[in-house]
């Protein structure tokens, strides 16, 4: 979304590809990402 960089200059930066992209402008929910707790799976 930010420039449609693919996660290189998150990488090139933290090293991280899945960290946020440093040189995007927008926030979250401008984006429109929820962020919601994940759910305790069990084995059934």
Do not use: F, H
Not at 4 to 23: F, K, S, Y
């Amino acid at each position: 979304i930010c420039g449609g960089n693919l996660r290189v200059r998150a990488e090139a930066i933290t090293g991280d590809m899945w960290a946020p992209d440093p040189a995007c402008y927008l926030s979250d929910e401008e984006i429109g990402l929820k962020v919601e707790p994940l759910q305790k799976l069990s084995a059934g």
